[in-house]
């Protein structure tokens, strides 16, 4: 293996390791030994990589951010529909949040108050802006009404998808995650969809979110 290719990957372990670490303790007693531990790396190789205990948290929620980024970019090449690219990334997210310690660590680590000064607020920022588009999408495409605020409606999806998550992870280990999102959008349609487009919205929405959360084995 080359010495760029084992960097990498030494990397990547040390992230891997440091988010089941983070979800596991917290941040706080989340210790550099625990992490490199976890990793299955040398303290000193470890600190070749990252000089603090905050770089590698960032790193954690920056390899989060991508992740999701790269699965939506993927909805998005398989419906024309707005508001099923917007149901579709919410339903991508719950299922990561079960599966994938990255994604879990990563979106605890951003809710979770203030960990890092400043604050990690990109992740949102960029949502927020994704469902704001796509909002405004779904007026033009004739599957919201008119009188719809693009802005408006993605920060009341965004924050509230945070708040189902979050109570989900505290009352079920998010094992009730999918269909409480599935829920929300039960919600939400009512109150912005074209009246002719609910049915056929809501056929799409109980499709979406029907799908069953697989937990990793082991």
């Not at 719950?94 to 680590?109: C, E, F, N, T």
């Not at 979770?112 to 704001?132: H, V």
Request: glycine content about 6%; aromatic content about 6%.
């Amino acid at each position: 293996m080359a010495k760029q290719d084992r960097a990498i990957q030494t990397r990547d372990s040390i992230v891997k390791g440091a988010a089941r670490t983070f979800y596991r303790v917290g941040y706080a007693a989340a210790s550099i030994s625990m992490i490199a531990e976890a990793a299955g790396v040398t303290k000193g190789a470890l600190y070749f990589h990252f000089s603090a205990k905050e770089d590698i948290a960032r790193a954690v929620i920056d390899a989060e951010h991508k992740s999701v980024t790269d699965a939506a970019q993927q909805i998005h090449e398989t419906t024309t529909s707005p508001v099923e690219i917007m149901m579709l990334m919410c339903a991508d997210l719950a299922q990561k949040l079960v599966s994938d310690p990255v994604v879990r660590a990563g979106i605890r680590l951003t809710t979770s108050g203030a960990i890092f000064d400043p604050p990690t607020r990109a992740p949102y920022d960029e949502w927020l802006e994704i469902f704001e588009a796509l909002s405004q999408r779904a007026i033009e495409a004739g599957e919201f009404r008119d009188t719809t605020d693009p802005a408006k409606l993605a920060h009341f999806i965004i924050p509230s998808f945070t708040g189902v998550q979050l109570l989900s992870d505290v009352l079920t280990d998010m094992a009730d995650l999918m269909t409480r999102v599935g829920e929300m959008w039960e919600m939400i349609l009512p109150a912005v969809a074209v009246p002719a487009q609910l049915e056929p919205l809501t056929a799409v929405g109980a499709r979406v979110f029907s799908r069953k959360l697989v937990r990793p084995k082991g």
